[in-house]
């Protein structure tokens, strides 16, 4: 008898890291990457995030240093959230012309705005004194259609500051809406729309509300964020912002909503973004100080990982040192 060979070989081309590389079918670029930034008003150090080690909120000076190094590794974007000094119940810092965004916005527009994309978060929670994403109700709700006016000014204000792309991150219904409109009612046409279009009510957002200290003051965010267990919410959430003119959308978290992204890249022709948020961060940053994981070689994973799903942009704390590994 004789011996019977395997007909397929499908090893024969991973056996050097030169055939591996010429056949990889997905890549990161460092261009694909954007980085969340922290900018804290009346602050003169910046102060570091307890629960996410590496990120700080920046100071009005280093939130620039940081900008700058993002373009020198490569980094395709910035997306800055802003905390006030002072909250009131319907954020009224976050479309202050002097607001803290609005301030970062003016310094990196002209320090780094033709090298890099200059986005904003665009939200309240951060400004109220209360923590939700909108104004409240008598009786405590968020008021959705009361929001949307706010939405709408603050848009324009990040617009009058500079910003190139904003992110509205509250999902309000009609918000893409409300923003388009005021947005090109005050003449900014070019201003473009990153929907957070698929925002899920996540316990991985924990380490991000120390870090941008929303965290609501009552009650919780699930009755206007997603629940985890729907995709084809997703997909009319996605649907939606598209025809009332988002330009990109995005899926919120990331890796634990994976199948999301890649269900929103194969539906629709928008660039889709991913978000890896700060519980994704805090968790790999976490189990490598324990020395339980290799720190770098799972990023650089994580990362392509949310690529080969089909996200064309991923927004990363890691953003600026994963575009260095990668160069
Ligand atoms: C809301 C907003 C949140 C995040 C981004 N924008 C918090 C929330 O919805 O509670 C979370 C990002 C992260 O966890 O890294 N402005």
């Not at 009786?139 to 992110?167: F, K, P």
């Not at 698929?198 to 316990?203: H, L, N, V």
């Not at 070689?297 to 575009?323: F, K, M, N, P």
């Amino acid at each position: 008898m004789t011996a019977r060979f395997p007909t397929a070989r499908p090893r024969r081309l991973r056996r050097t890291s030169a055939l591996r590389r010429m056949v990889a079918e997905t890549r990161v670029r460092p261009e694909d990457l954007i980085l969340p930034v922290f900018v804290k008003e009346g602050i003169d150090e910046p102060r570091p995030v307890p629960s996410m080690p590496g990120v700080v909120q920046h100071t009005r000076e280093s939130v620039r240093k940081a900008a700058e190094e993002a373009v020198d590794a490569g980094v395709g974007g910035l997306m800055l959230f802003g905390i006030p000094e002072s909250k009131d119940d319907r954020g009224s810092a976050a479309d202050d012309p002097e607001g803290v965004v609005q301030r970062a916005l003016r310094d990196l527009s002209s320090d780094v705005g033709t090298d890099i994309v200059v986005m904003a978060d665009l939200c309240l929670d951060e400004y109220t004194s209360h923590g939700h994403c909108g104004v409240l109700t008598p009786s405590g709700e968020v008021d959705n259609d009361a929001t949307l006016e706010r939405y709408a000014s603050v848009a324009v204000a990040q617009a009058a500051a500079g910003v190139q792309v904003v992110g509205p991150s509250g999902m309000m219904d009609g918000q893409v809406g409300a923003i388009r409109t005021a947005l090109d009612q005050a003449g900014h046409t070019d201003v473009a729309i990153l929907a957070y279009a698929a925002k899920y009510a996540s316990a991985f957002y924990g380490p991000f509300r120390d870090a941008a200290e929303g965290a609501p003051q009552f009650g919780d965010r699930a009755g206007y964020q997603q629940d985890p267990a729907n995709i084809r919410e997703a997909l009319r959430e996605v649907e939606l912002d598209i025809a009332e003119g988002a330009d990109m959308v995005m899926v919120k978290p990331g890796l634990a909503y994976l199948d999301v992204v890649a269900e929103v890249a194969r539906e629709f022709t928008a660039p889709v973004a991913a978000y890896q948020v700060s519980g994704e961060y805090a968790m790999v940053e976490a189990a490598a100080l324990q020395g339980w994981l290799e720190r770098e070689r799972v990023i650089l994973e994580t990362l392509l990982s949310h690529r080969r799903a089909g996200a064309s942009q991923i927004l990363t704390y890691w953003a600026t040192e994963a575009a260095r590994l990668l160069r």
